[in-house]
Protein backbone atom coordinates (compact mmCIF):
# COMPACT_ATOMS: atom_id res chain seq x y z
CA UNK A 1 0.00 0.00 0.00
CA UNK A 2 1.20 3.92 -0.37
CA UNK A 3 -0.45 6.88 0.13
CA UNK A 4 0.63 9.79 -1.86
CA UNK A 5 0.01 13.39 -1.44
CA UNK A 6 0.53 16.52 -3.83
CA UNK A 7 1.31 19.92 -3.57
CA UNK A 8 1.87 22.57 -5.17
CA UNK A 9 -0.59 23.71 -6.99
CA UNK A 10 -1.90 27.49 -7.53
CA UNK A 11 -3.12 30.28 -9.83
CA UNK A 12 -0.20 31.45 -12.29
CA UNK A 13 -0.82 33.78 -15.45
CA UNK A 14 -0.62 32.30 -18.79
CA UNK A 15 3.21 32.19 -19.72
CA UNK A 16 4.28 31.59 -15.61
CA UNK A 17 5.80 28.34 -14.18
CA UNK A 18 4.82 25.43 -11.21
CA UNK A 19 6.27 22.68 -9.86
CA UNK A 20 4.30 20.34 -8.24
CA UNK A 21 5.70 17.18 -5.97
CA UNK A 22 3.97 14.29 -4.86
CA UNK A 23 5.52 12.48 -1.72
CA UNK A 24 4.52 8.78 -0.80
CA UNK A 25 4.58 7.20 2.31
CA UNK A 26 5.83 3.26 2.05
CA UNK A 27 9.01 1.75 1.15
CA UNK A 28 8.22 0.53 -2.50
CA UNK A 29 7.89 3.63 -3.73
CA UNK A 30 11.06 3.23 -5.56
CA UNK A 31 10.19 0.29 -7.46
CA UNK A 32 6.81 1.82 -9.16
CA UNK A 33 6.62 3.80 -11.97
CA UNK A 34 4.35 6.77 -11.39
CA UNK A 35 2.33 8.92 -13.58
CA UNK A 36 0.70 12.49 -13.24
CA UNK A 37 -2.45 13.28 -14.67
CA UNK A 38 -5.17 15.74 -14.84
CA UNK A 39 -8.90 16.62 -14.94
CA UNK A 40 -10.41 19.71 -15.96
CA UNK A 41 -13.73 20.50 -14.70
CA UNK A 42 -16.52 18.67 -17.60
CA UNK A 43 -13.85 16.26 -18.69
CA UNK A 44 -12.83 13.29 -18.23
CA UNK A 45 -9.45 12.44 -16.69
CA UNK A 46 -6.42 12.65 -19.08
CA UNK A 47 -2.81 11.29 -18.98
CA UNK A 48 0.31 13.89 -19.12
CA UNK A 49 3.54 12.30 -18.03
CA UNK A 50 5.23 9.21 -16.77
CA UNK A 51 7.95 8.18 -15.14
CA UNK A 52 9.66 4.48 -14.25
CA UNK A 53 11.41 3.18 -11.81
CA UNK A 54 15.02 4.59 -11.75
CA UNK A 55 13.57 7.17 -13.82
CA UNK A 56 15.28 6.33 -17.10
CA UNK A 57 12.57 6.37 -19.48
CA UNK A 58 9.85 9.02 -19.42
CA UNK A 59 6.75 9.48 -21.57
CA UNK A 60 4.32 13.16 -22.21
CA UNK A 61 0.96 13.73 -23.58
CA UNK A 62 1.39 15.93 -27.04
CA UNK A 63 -0.26 18.57 -25.50
CA UNK A 64 2.78 18.99 -22.80
CA UNK A 65 5.74 17.60 -24.62
CA UNK A 66 8.24 20.46 -24.42
CA UNK A 67 6.72 22.40 -21.35
CA UNK A 68 6.34 19.55 -18.90
CA UNK A 69 8.91 17.69 -17.15
CA UNK A 70 8.95 14.84 -15.03
CA UNK A 71 11.28 13.82 -12.97
CA UNK A 72 11.67 11.72 -9.51
CA UNK A 73 14.01 11.60 -6.40
CA UNK A 74 13.36 8.18 -4.80
CA UNK A 75 15.68 8.84 -1.28
CA UNK A 76 13.12 11.29 -0.97
CA UNK A 77 10.22 9.26 -2.19
CA UNK A 78 9.23 12.05 -4.52
CA UNK A 79 7.86 12.56 -7.57
CA UNK A 80 7.83 16.36 -9.56
CA UNK A 81 6.11 18.02 -12.29
CA UNK A 82 8.00 20.98 -13.48
CA UNK A 83 5.52 22.59 -15.52
CA UNK A 84 6.90 25.66 -17.46
CA UNK A 85 5.09 27.97 -20.28
CA UNK A 86 1.83 27.03 -18.51
CA UNK A 87 -1.43 27.85 -20.67
CA UNK A 88 -4.94 28.70 -19.43
CA UNK A 89 -5.98 25.09 -21.03
CA UNK A 90 -3.50 23.60 -18.62
CA UNK A 91 -6.28 24.74 -15.99
CA UNK A 92 -6.86 21.28 -14.05
CA UNK A 93 -6.57 18.97 -10.82
CA UNK A 94 -3.63 17.42 -11.28
CA UNK A 95 -3.55 13.87 -9.99
CA UNK A 96 0.13 12.01 -9.01
CA UNK A 97 -0.52 7.96 -9.34
CA UNK A 98 1.83 4.75 -8.74
CA UNK A 99 1.66 1.47 -10.89
CA UNK A 100 2.51 -0.84 -8.59
CA UNK A 101 3.47 -3.54 -11.82
CA UNK A 102 6.33 -5.82 -11.70
CA UNK A 103 9.73 -3.85 -12.05
CA UNK A 104 8.35 -0.43 -12.72
CA UNK A 105 9.18 -0.43 -16.24
CA UNK A 106 5.89 0.90 -17.68
CA UNK A 107 5.68 4.23 -18.43
CA UNK A 108 1.37 3.86 -18.46
CA UNK A 109 -0.77 6.50 -20.13
CA UNK A 110 -4.23 5.27 -19.36
CA UNK A 111 -5.78 5.07 -15.64
CA UNK A 112 -5.75 1.66 -15.91
CA UNK A 113 -2.59 1.29 -15.77
CA UNK A 114 -1.86 2.66 -11.83
CA UNK A 115 -3.01 1.02 -8.80
CA UNK A 116 -2.64 4.13 -6.36
CA UNK A 117 -4.14 8.01 -6.62
CA UNK A 118 -3.71 10.97 -4.84
CA UNK A 119 -5.89 13.19 -3.63
CA UNK A 120 -5.34 15.95 -6.83
CA UNK A 121 -3.91 19.54 -6.45
CA UNK A 122 -5.57 22.42 -8.75
CA UNK A 123 -3.85 24.31 -10.83
CA UNK A 124 -5.72 27.70 -12.24
CA UNK A 125 -3.60 29.55 -14.80
CA UNK A 126 -5.16 33.10 -15.89
CA UNK A 127 -5.17 34.70 -19.46
Known amino acids: QVQLVESGGGLVQAGGSLRLSCAAS????????MGWFRQAPGKEREFVAAITWNGGLTYYADSVKGRFTISRDNAKNTVYLQMNSLKPEDTAVYYCAADASPWGLRVGHSTYDYNYWGQGTQVTVSS
Open 26 to 33: GRTFSSYG
